[in-house]
């Protein structure tokens, strides 16, 4: 089993910053690949970001591309998300994710693991 906590949500203004933690417990985090998806309300899950095993390979949705960087530092069992010059539609419920796969994913169903969520809301 694994347990994930997000932490870092909050209310910002546009334009502004934030960064997101997952913070993992129960299994190797090395051999974990972490994605980031957010729902909005009356909307579906959606995928944000995805970092493999070692760091070495990540990738966005496209409405986040150059503005959220993921990382993850595996010493602290920990991966972030960097959110920069938000704006009102990313305010959302996000939630971080895992799976023992070595690549990272989109796909929702292939993630096992899933956090409580952190709410982020952006203001106009």
């Known amino acids: 089993q694994v347990q994930l906590v997000e932490s870092g949500g909050g209310l910002v203004q546009a334009g502004g910053s934030l960064r997101l933690s997952c913070a993992a417990s129960?299994?190797?985090?090395?051999?974990?690949?972490v994605g980031w998806f957010r729902q909005a309300p009356g909307k579906e899950r959606e995928f944000v970001a995805a970092?493999?095993?070692?760091?070495?390979?990540?990738g966005y949705v496209d409405s986040v591309e150059g503005r959220f960087t993921i990382s993850r530092d595996n010493a602290k069992n920990t991966v972030y998300l960097q959110m920069n010059s938000l704006i009102p539609e990313d305010t959302a419920v996000y939630y971080c994710?895992?799976?023992?796969?070595?690549?990272?994913?989109?796909?929702?169903?292939?993630?096992?693991?899933w956090g409580q969520g952190t709410q982020v809301t952006v203001s106009s």
């Open positions: 994710a895992a799976d023992g796969t070595p690549y990272y994913t989109q796909r929702m169903h292939e993630y096992d693991y």
């Open positions: 129960g299994r190797t985090f090395s051999r974990l690949t």
């Open positions: 970092i493999n095993w070692s760091g070495g390979g990540a």
